[in-house]
């Protein structure tokens, strides 16, 4: 099976060697890696550079676009522009530039592909440096596809028509993978190292959005509260609560467009709920 890796890199010139580094090293490598620049202003196009230089499976990209930080839109148009650029494929990943794979990640992932035809997207897990340990990134479940690491089989990835340009793109993904009948699966044996942490160093104006993609998602005003309730615990600051509550209610009454049809939100809502009563 051909694998493709796309690369979104903004000024990601401190870590890109490391991470491209892991990508060299891997018992089974990707046939295709592509890194786009997405206006760096650092060494970022020269490292992606000097790495396609020796090995010809690497390429390198330049997007020109806007300065302006928009959450989950920016990345995605960067994804999308590389991969109008990517050959054939039967897994195609977006990754991110500030991590390094464990050198059998692919070589795992491929044999889980391979043993079962209704796998749709696989990944490891994220882990970050905290008191000089590797510890695992606790911002989402374990069984959740983190968004530095997905990785998709191509009729998974058309089925669910790509992926939505704004934030909660990597949460939608795998809603529509399940709607769609096809399973996801995290592999914790394989540890991918985050350099630099998420966090939760949200702007307001990220945490409205996150709100915003709930309804986008088809959320209830019930859900969103819920989820808004957990990210705010999270991040310890109750604002964040009524920031996304009232980034959802805005674009409620803008009526802004949906990121799924009506059935798909029906089937969300359903998996939401079953998720949320499944912890009592």
Not at 8 to 30: G, I, M, W, Y
Not at 51 to 60: E, M, N, P, Q, T
Not at 167 to 193: N, R, S
Request: glycine letters at 6%.
């Amino acid at each position: 099976m051909r694998i493709n890796i796309v690369i979104p890199a903004h000024n990601e010139a401190t870590h890109l060697k490391d991470c491209l580094d892991s990508f060299v090293a891997q018992t089974h490598r990707p046939d295709e890696v592509i890194v786009v620049d997405d206006n760096s202003t650092d060494d970022t196009f020269q490292i992606a550079s000097d790495f396609s230089k020796k090995h010809a499976w690497i390429k390198v990209l330049q997007r020109k676009s806007t300065d302006a930080h928009i959450p989950g839109k920016k990345v995605v148009d960067t994804f999308n522009f590389g991969l109008q650029h990517a050959l054939d494929y039967a897994l195609i990943g977006k990754f991110d530039a500030d991590i390094i794979l464990p050198p059998n990640y692919f070589e795992e992932v491929l044999n889980r592909f391979q043993a079962n035809w209704k796998l749709g997207m696989c990944s490891g897990l994220l882990y970050i440096k905290k008191d000089k340990k590797w510890v695992y990134e606790n911002i989402a479940d374990k069984t959740h596809i983190r968004g530095p690491i997905k990785l998709y089989h191509k009729a998974c990835f058309d089925k669910i028509g790509g992926l939505r340009p704004g934030v909660g793109w990597d949460t939608v993904d795998v809603l529509l993978a399940q709607y769609h009948d096809f399973e996801t699966e995290t592999l914790p044996e394989l540890q991918v190292k985050h350099l630099r942490p998420t966090g939760h160093g949200y702007s307001s104006k990220n945490y409205k959005a996150k709100g915003e993609a709930m309804y986008k998602m088809r959320y209830s005003i019930v859900l969103t509260k819920i989820a808004s309730l957990k990210m705010a615990w999270q991040a310890k600051s109750i604002r964040l609560y009524f920031q996304a509550v009232f980034g959802y209610c805005k674009t409620f009454f803008q009526q802004q467009p949906r990121y799924v049809s009506t059935a798909e939100g029906k089937f969300i809502r359903k998996l939401r709920w079953k998720g949320i009563w499944s912890k009592f």
